[in-house]
């Protein structure tokens, strides 16, 4: 695969961030440690596209018919275990799914798909 060559921008927090990986043997080198950050991006953009998917599809089901809330919170961590989010997306993910499920439940609106973030342009 051919290689593009970047010039990129770091502050001196994430550059020593990164040196100390390499120096642990994370990582050989800065590049392999960028295309490795890349990839692990890349992996959770579609982990949350898939559970963005599966949380439209759930809306676009039809109405409830009655709401377990234990029973929901259950089936969403399964859910969540199934699509083997990394740690940190996950408790992003569970707390804005409890945010939405109280507000769901109060009489408020908002759907469930909508609060999986969304990639920003700045990241």
Not at 40 to 68: M, Y
Not at 82 to 99: D, I
Request: proline share 2%; hydrophobic share 40%; net charge positive.
């Amino acid at each position: 695969m051919a290689t593009v060559h970047k010039t990129i921008a770091l502050t001196d927090q994430q550059d020593a961030w990164i040196k100390a990986q390499i120096t642990a043997g994370r990582h050989t080198n800065d590049s392999e440690f960028m295309r490795d950050l890349s990839r692990r991006d890349q992996e959770r953009s579609a982990e949350l596209d898939a559970v963005r998917a599966a949380l439209i599809d759930g809306e676009n089901s039809g109405e409830a018919k009655s709401l377990n809330a234990a029973a929901l919170s259950a089936a969403c961590a399964r859910r969540i275990a199934a699509y083997r989010l990394a740690p940190a997306a996950e408790r992003e993910l569970e707390t804005e799914l409890n945010r939405r499920l109280r507000v769901r439940m109060s009489g408020g609106v908002g759907g469930l798909a909508d609060a999986i973030p969304r990639a920003r342009p700045d990241r």
